[in-house]
Nanobody
Framework: QVQLVESGGGLVQAGGSLRLSCAAS????????MGWYRQAPGNQRELVAR???????NYADSVKGRFTISRDNAKNTVWLQMNSLKPEDTAVYYC????????????WGQGTQVTVSS
């Protein structure tokens, strides 16, 4: 059973920064992809940033230039550095990992709250 444990959320003023971390119970290079999603009240869960096994990344348009996803394979950890935070970034942030063989399986962390005050 894969476990993903997030940390680093909290309350920050607009313009500030936070760094989220996600520690996996398995070698992260074995996943097809790892990423961060977020869900604000009343909204659907949306992709924020993702890194695939080969190392390429993609970001939601709303966070490009402000957020950076990175990973340390030796530590089995993925980070999300969030700069220039805006009130609209307020949400619960979830770490995600994906297996695609022999079938597609999504793993989720428990979520960490990020609140940005104006």
């Amino acid at each position: 059973q894969v476990q993903l444990v997030e940390s680093g959320g909290g309350l920050v003023q607009a313009g500030g920064s936070l760094r989220l971390s996600c520690a996996a119970s398995r070698n992260i290079i074995s996943f097809n992809a790892m990423g961060w999603y977020r869900q604000a009240p009343g909204n659907q869960r949306e992709l924020v940033a993702r890194v695939i096994r080969a190392g390429s990344t993609n970001y939601a348009d709303s966070v490009k230039g402000r957020f950076t996803i990175s990973r340390d394979n030796a530590k089995n950890t993925v980070w999300l550095q969030m700069n220039s935070l805006k009130p609209e970034d307020t949400a619960v942030y979830y770490c995600n990992a994906v297996d695609v063989y022999p079938k597609i399986v999504d793993y989720w962390g428990q979520g960490t709250q990020v609140t940005v005050s104006s």
